[in-house]
C-alpha cells in the first residue's frame, strides 16, 4: 500500500508560472523526499526534508513539511518547460522507501 | 546514473516462461532494491539486498526471486512469468556508508518487460 498520495495527480501550466503539489502520508516519518521522473528514465532526487525542519530550498525549488498534518508540498518556481516530468514523494516508516503515486506535471511554453 | 545499468531495457516474453532482469553497479554500494512501477500505483518495492547473499522482500515479492552472489549484480527472476507482471521494473541504489536507511536512492533507467 502506498505511504505517500500525491495531489493532484496532473497539473498543467504555462512555462514561467508556479507548480504546487502536495503529498500527504499515513505514518510517522524521518524524513521526507521528492523523486522526479523524466518520460523513459528512472527517478531522481530532488531534496530531501527532516522531520524537525518546516521548509527547505533547493534553487527554485521549496519544500514545506507540516507534521502535524502528515504532509508536503512541493513549490517550483518560475517553471520550464524542461520541468515537465512525474513528482513523487516518498517516505520510509520501516527501512524500505515507500514512494506515492506521483503528480504529472506539464509546463507549455 | 550513479553507474547503474539494467539489462534488458526491453523484453518480450510469454507467459510461463522464466526471465530474469539485472541490475549491474560499478560504485560497490551496499544497498540495492527493485522496483516496479504500474500506472495507478506507483513504485512498488520487490525484493532489497543489504549485502551479497542477504535479502529481504519488499511489499509486491509473489512471483519474484532475487539473487546477489557479487556486490555489483542484483538479478531478479520471473521463475514463471504472468501477465500481470508486465511493468517497467527499476533497480535503485543507496549510496551511503551505512547510516540512515532514509537517504536518498539513485536510480537505474528501468527495464520494461511485457509477458503475452
Known amino acids: 500500500s502506498q505511504q505517500g498520495e500525491e495531489d493532484p495527480q496532473a497539473l498543467s501550466i504555462q512555462e514561467g508560472e508556479n507548480a504546487t503539489m502536495n503529498c500527504s502520508y499515513k505514518?510517522?516519518?524521518?524524513?521526507l523526499q521528492w523523486y522526479r521522473q523524466n518520460s523513459g528514465r528512472g527517478l531522481v532526487h530532488l531534496i530531501l526534508?527532516?522531520?524537525?525542519?518546516r521548509e527547505k530550498h533547493s534553487g527554485r525549488l521549496r519544500v514545506t513539511l507540516d507534521t502535524s498534518k502528515k504532509s508536503s508540498s512541493l513549490l517550483i518556481t518560475a517553471s520550464r518547460a524542461a520541468d515537465t516530468a512525474s513528482y513523487f514523494c516518498?517516505?520510509?516508516?520501516?527501512?524500505?522507501?515507500?514512494f506515492g503515486t506521483g503528480t504529472q506535471l506539464k509546463v507549455e511554453l | 546514473d550513479a553507474g547503474i545499468t539494467q539489462s534488458p531495457r526491453h523484453k518480450v516474453t510469454e507467459t510461463g516462461t522464466p526471465v530474469t532482469l539485472r541490475c549491474h553497479q560499478t560504485?560497490?554500494?551496499?544497498?540495492m532494491y527493485w522496483y516496479r512501477q504500474d500506472p495507478g500505483h506507483g513504485l512498488r518495492l520487490i525484493h532489497y539486498?543489504?549485502?551479497?547473499?542477504?535479502?529481504d522482500k519488499g511489499e509486491v515479492s509473489d512471483g519474484y526471486s532475487v539473487s546477489r552472489s557479487k556486490t555489483e549484480d542484483f538479478l531478479l527472476t520471473l521463475e514463471s512469468a504472468t501477465s500481470s507482471q508486465t511493468s517497467v521494473y527499476f533497480c535503485?541504489?543507496?549510496?551511503?556508508?551505512?547510516?540512515?536507511?532514509?537517504?536518498?536512492?539513485?536510480f537505474g533507467n528501468g527495464t520494461r518487460l511485457t509477458v503475452t
Open positions: 535503485a541504489i543507496r549510496p551511503s556508508s551505512g547510516g540512515s536507511y532514509n537517504s536518498p536512492l539513485h
Open positions: 505514518t510517522s516519518i524521518n524524513n
Open positions: 526534508i527532516r522531520s524537525n525542519e
Open positions: 516518498a517516505t520510509a516508516p520501516d527501512d524500505k522507501l515507500t
Open positions: 560504485e560497490n554500494h551496499r544497498y
Open positions: 539486498s543489504y549485502g551479497v547473499k542477504d535479502t
